[in-house]
């Protein structure tokens, strides 16, 4: 079906994406501007409304934000940037109040004297309990209350099912998007005065992953091909626990649940992780994954088993009811056995590179959420940038991609790809590898399918191009990327975030 063009459209601020990250900036952009927000699916559809865990706050009595901020800086293995560390720790209980006072709904205890509190669970890393969640569906809570808000403003215009396809970019400044309506087929440029991208992260990259559909990496991909850099895309943090079962690969088993009492065994029956880091279950992610996979390779099972038993029957269908229904609906009760589980990706801790205030390199380009470097959730500080002048400039055109292979094969070869040679452990040689794999399906091109199916594909290229790039360039393992040819910390040299723009694109080592 042929693509109709429709007229430009001025806003002040063009949101892409609504997850927390979009419905935040968008529900807080000063009142009287006017806020165009675009998402490829119906409005709650993102890894928001997925998130089972919880938020992390420091709003318990023996806890504080330097705690927490503490704790953030171990897990970031010497890569965080320590100010935005600071301002997310202090500003996560102000973020955790609007939420409530917008109509969030956690759960809560009561205190020794009989009144309400926020009842808070442990996740590994944390060196206190300080995570607000909504039983085992945190996400679907928030994700609702968002919607629900931004139903009610008013002053947001919503478009569902359209996808930001290109930024339109003059003069080195970011004027806008091409938005294109998949269901009547029309795209329209839309001229802002701010671009924000919210557009999450790029876990269907790989084969094996927690992230819903929508997670293909466009706002990365977008950004690279408008110029802006991208910085530290090596860095994908895979979930060490995600069901091992044909019925439901890669549902995720929150690390809450090791966080109440879970314990991991391999094939053999061994307790590995006691031998691995001195907090055992509850050490950073990328060591808890990196230890599994390494059973899994050792034991040649296909999963390692989480044993939820100790925390009791009537304890675990009450703090993880999703889990359980889901686990019993491919025939396997977590009160009574163990659950096989394997790694899967899960969060992309690169992204397209922001400063504090979510400016990205590209003038009037802005990214928060998961899309964006800094890790910051939310984007309260972004509304209070000024605006920036209005644009008369004409519109370089639309360019969709072109077309030879059907998109879902291009997909699937990618995700196998990744999996295989971008995953836990990486090599010199698995990296260049799958960078020859993937500029040759790129040089195939895309199509002959659904134009948003194209567009994923399309942008899933250029992310995994990117997240190997940035792979090949970091000369050192550390945190969520292991190389075992440099399998050692180098602060000396690699203590800073890898870089990624258009002129500066890596050689596979040689030989
Ligand atoms: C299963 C699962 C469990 C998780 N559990 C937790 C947890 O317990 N605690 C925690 O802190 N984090 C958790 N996370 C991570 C967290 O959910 C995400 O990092 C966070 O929700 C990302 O929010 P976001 O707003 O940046 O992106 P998303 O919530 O993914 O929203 C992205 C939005 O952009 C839209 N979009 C994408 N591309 C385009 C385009 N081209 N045009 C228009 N719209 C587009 C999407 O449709 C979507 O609306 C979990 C993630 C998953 C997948």
């Not at 890569?79 to 997310?88: M, S």
């Not at 009144?115 to 300080?130: D, K, T, V």
């Not at 050792?298 to 044993?307: I, N, P, Q, S, W």
């Not at 790039?469 to 292991?482: D, V």
């Amino acid at each position: 079906m042929a693509i109709a063009h429709g007229d430009v459209q001025r806003v002040d601020f063009l949101v892409i994406g609504s997850g927390i990250a979009g419905l935040t900036f968008a529900l807080k952009a000063h009142p009287g501007s006017s806020v165009a927000v675009v998402t490829k699916k119906d409005l709650p559809e993102s890894s928001t409304a997925y998130a089972q865990g919880g938020i992390a706050a420091s709003v318990g009595e023996t806890d504080s934000w330097e705690l927490h901020e503490q704790d953030t800086l171990t897990a970031g293995a010497g890569l965080c940037d320590p100010e935005v560390v600071r301002l997310v720790t202090r500003e996560a209980p102000r973020l955790v109040d609007w939420l409530v006072d917008l109509g969030a709904r956690f759960d809560q205890s009561k205190t020794p004297g009989g009144l309400p509190q926020l009842r808070l669970g442990r996740e590994g890393g944390h060196s206190r309990r300080r995570i607000i969640h909504t039983a085992d569906h945190t996400g679907q809570e928030i994700e609702r209350t968002l919607v629900e808000a931004a139903r009610r403003h008013g002053g947001l215009a919503v478009r569902e099912y359209c996808t930001a396809v290109d930024l339109i970019v003059s003069d080195g400044e970011c004027l806008g998007a091409w938005v294109l309506d998949t269901r009547a087929q029309r795209a329209w440029p839309v001229l802002a005065r701010a671009t924000v991208l919210a557009t999450g992260g790029c876990g269907q990259v790989y084969r094996y992953t927690t992230n819903p559909p929508i997670a293909t990496g466009d706002g990365m991909a977008v950004a690279r091909r408008a110029g802006a850099m991208l910085a530290n895309m090596e860095f994908v943090q895979f979930h060490p626990t995600t069901l091992c079962h044909p019925g439901a690969r890669a549902f995720l088993i929150s690390e809450r649940a090791r966080g109440e009492g879970g314990t991991l065994w391999n094939a053999l029956g061994e307790r590995f992780m006691l031998e691995v880091h001195p907090l055992a279950e509850l050490a950073p992610r990328d060591v808890v994954a990196r230890a599994i996979d390494m059973e899994m390779k050792a034991t040649g099972a296909e999963c390692v088993y989480l044993d939820l038993r100790q925390i009791g029957a009537k304890r675990i269908v009450d703090l993880f009811p999703g889990i359980y229904e889901r686990c019993l609906s491919v025939d396997i009760d977590i009160t009574r056995r163990h659950i096989p589980v394997s790694p899967a990706a899960h969060y992309m801790c690169g992204g397209v590179w922001t400063d504090l205030w979510g400016r990205t390199s590209l003038s009037r380009l802005y990214a928060c959420g998961e899309v964006a470097y800094t890790g910051l959730h939310g984007a309260n500080r972004l509304a209070s940038n000024s605006l920036l002048k209005a644009d008369t400039r004409s519109v370089p055109e639309l360019s969709l991609p072109s077309t030879r292979e059907e998109p879902g094969a291009v997909r699937a070869a990618l995700q196998r790809e990744m999996w295989q040679n971008v995953g836990i452990v990486r090599s010199d040689a698995s990296l260049a590898a799958a960078l020859a794999a993937v500029r040759e399906l790129m040089a195939d091109g895309v199509g002959h399918g659904p134009i948003d199916a194209s567009i994923e594909s399309a942008n899933l290229l250029v992310t995994a191009e990117a997240i190997i790039e940035c792979a090949l360039l970091r000369r050192e393992s550390r945190g969520g990327h292991f190389n075992q040819d440099c399998p050692e910390r180098d602060d000396l040299r690699w203590q800073r975030p890898t870089l990624l723009s258009r002129t500066e694109t890596p050689r596979p080592p040689a030989g």
